[in-house]
């Protein structure tokens, strides 16, 4: 038996930050997200009994064991837990884009173990309760600092409108955009990597901890406003010069979240690309390092990447609209 699965990472647009559990409980939030054309590959097959093991985990390492508790990698254990496979399996990760880097990466993996588990074991999940299962394995069972649109958004695909709270509620709605609008939003949509990986983990760390302590309050409010705010804007299809007004004051407010995700070198890089002409933008996930978005005029897109000499590789962007999906299944 073999299954493949295929998951995209996420882009955070509006919200970001108001979905940790420690804040929305009490504080019901809005957030958009988007999934992109960029994928996690999970494999999971059979191994055959002829080997001194008998799972086998290969990422950027390759682990060969006979227990579970002896797999090293979180998610691949605890995934395999939950599911109820002890033994016998392959399980093998494959990335269009590198991990660590603001985009979602860790969830899109647990989604995407899930699902392929659920079809290893001939069983149907909805897109619904994969998101759910995934939000549990990564929150519970992990003990993660994580909030739940990573979850959500590699689960669904699309651009989303995300609600959450109060308690352990949330639904995503599709956000229905015109076709000519939705392929202007992504024709302006640029993502640059800024050469620096970081563990996302440390940096939400201190920002529940903030949100526990009341130290950003103002700012989460603040961002929960302005995701009121792009949802009209969005709704009325505004000009992307009013979305890159909101994005340029979304990431004033993050910034401030928790010392750390922003960084000199980071503050340089945004700085300067409003100078070469972005209309806004962030710095994706938990901040520190990783992907940059701009948003830019396509016609002044290739003098962008000529000036911001900063960014060291230039992703193309277009959004995915499917979710985690079934690519291969065979016997």
């Known amino acids: 038996m073999m299954v493949i699965s295929k998951t995209p990472y996420r882009l955070s647009l509006f919200g ?44 950027s390492e390759i682990e060969k064991v006979n227990s579970l508790n002896d797999i090293r990698h979180p998610s691949a254990r605890e995934c395999l837990r939950y599911m109820g496979v002890q033994r016998g399996v392959s399980v093998v990760y494959e990335g269009d884009l590198p991990a660590r880097t603001g985009i979602g990466s860790s969830s899109s993996f647990t989604v995407g173990l899930l699902n392929a588990l659920h079809a290893y074991k001939n069983t149907n999940i909805t897109k619904f ?59 302006h949509i640029m993502l640059g990597f800024s050469g620096v990986s970081r563990y996302a983990e440390e940096q939400s760390r201190v920002q529940v901890n ?36 909101l994005l340029n004051l979304g990431w004033s407010i993050k910034r401030k979240l928790a010392d750390g995700i922003s960084k000199d070198w980071i503050d340089d890089i ?45 992703v193309p962007f277009k959004f995915d609209t499917h979710g985690s999906q079934i690519i291969h299944e065979s016997n």
């Open 129 to 187: 309760d994969l998101a759910s299962e995934a939000i549990y394995v990564e929150q519970q069972i992990l003990k993660e600092n994580v909030g739940v649109q990573d979850q959500i958004m590699a689960s669904y695909g699309g651009i989303r409108l995300i609600d959450v709270g109060p308690n352990d509620r949330w639904r995503a709605a599709k956000m229905y955009l015109s076709n000519n609008y939705m392929k202007e939003f992504e024709s």
């Open 16 to 59: 970001g930050g108001t979905d940790y559990p420690a804040w929305f409980h009490t504080n019901p939030s809005k957030i958009i997200s988007a999934a992109m054309q960029q994928y996690c590959y999970i494999t999971v097959r059979d191994v055959p009994p002829f080997f001194d093991y008998n799972t086998i985990i290969t990422y």
């Open 270 to 314: 945004y700085q300067q690309s409003l100078e070469c002409g972005s209309l806004g933008g962030k710095l994706m996930g938990a901040g520190g390092g990783g992907f940059f978005m701009f948003l830019v005029p396509p016609k002044q897109q290739e003098e962008f990447k000529k000036k911001m000499s900063s960014i060291k590789v230039w």
């Open 210 to 245: 903030n949100i526990k302590e009341g130290k950003s309050e103002m700012e989460l409010r603040a961002m929960v406003a302005l995701a009121d705010d792009a949802i009209d804007s969005i709704g009325r299809e505004d000009d992307m010069y009013v979305l890159g007004n």
